[in-house]
């Protein structure tokens, strides 16, 4: 039976930053982060070394203004070739300083949820946001 792990020896972060290349400074507005992991297939595993491929990216947070990924989404929109841009995503640990840093290059917007607008809530609007990164490189 595999023994629990011990609590102070676990990874503990309280947040994370996103910075996306061509747009503002580090960002830190976003509140969850799924996906960008690598996806092994099996002629990796039985034939040696292939392309890996990394997933979709999800990230959801508060809409704020200026707001870099709409202005993506609007440069999509009107752009004949999707506009890529890099993303950086670099957790940050409970006593403030810099864990890992994943490096997402040559990623396309994939999606874009519109915040649900309801004029009785006054609640904050949140925004989700998938990308689909060509590599990753992790620091």
Partial sequence: ???????D????????????????AVDDMWHTCTG???????ATATLGPQPLDVTEIKLTGYVRPPNPIF????ETLAAPVAPMRNITITEV?????????FEYFDC???GYDFPKLDAA???????????KPQRVEVS
Avoid at 93 to 101: A, F, H, I, V, W
């Fill in 36 to 42: 960008g992991g690598l996806k092994i297939e099996l």
């Fill in 108 to 110: 396309f917007l994939t």
């Fill in 9 to 24: 020896k676990t990874v503990k972060v309280k947040g994370f930053t996103v910075e996306i290349s061509g747009g503002s």
């Fill in 121 to 131: 809530s006054g609640e904050l609007l949140t925004e989700t946001a998938t990308f």
């Fill in 71 to 74: 202005e993506w989404v609007t």
């Fill in 93 to 101: 640990m409970l006593d403030g300083s810099q864990g890992r840093k």
């Fill in 1 to 7: 039976m595999p023994q629990s792990p011990q609590i």
